[in-house]
Nanobody, 118 residues
Framework: QVQLVESGGGLVQAGGSLRLSCAASGRTFSSYGMGWFRQAPGKEREFVAAITWSGGNIRYSDSVLGRFTVSRDNTKNTVYLQMNRLKPEDTAVYYC???????????WGQGTQVTVSS
């Protein structure tokens, strides 16, 4: 079993930066793929970024490509989301999730709020 705890959210002005962290428990963290998702008020949850267990394969949604960077440190059981040049439309609750080498995302954190003011 994997438990995930996000942190690093907050209020920032447009153009600013935040770094989210997702700390994972569980001895199998290093073998899990990790993803970041977000959900804005009144909208469905959407994919933001994903990284494989080795960090060798990374994907981003078109809306954050070039502004956000996902990374992981398996020695610290932590995955990060560096968010630069933030926009008001990035305002959402951000969730990290993990998935086994074969399968869907099956563990989710509680989320952290990111608010970008214009």
């Amino acid at each position: 079993q994997v438990q995930l705890v996000e942190s690093g959210g907050g209020l920032v002005q447009a153009g600013g930066s935040l770094r989210l962290s997702c700390a994972a428990s569980g001895r199998t963290f290093s073998s899990y793929g990790m993803g970041w998702f977000r959900q804005a008020p009144g909208k469905e949850r959407e994919f933001v970024a994903a990284i494989t267990w080795s960090g060798g394969n990374i994907r981003y949604s078109d809306s954050v490509l070039g502004r956000f960077t996902v990374s992981r440190d398996n020695t610290k059981n932590t995955v990060y989301l560096q968010m630069n040049r933030l926009k008001p439309e990035d305002t959402a609750v951000y969730y990290c999730a993990s998935r086994p080498p074969i399968g869907e995302y099956n563990y989710w954190g509680q989320g952290t709020q990111v608010t970008v003011s214009s």
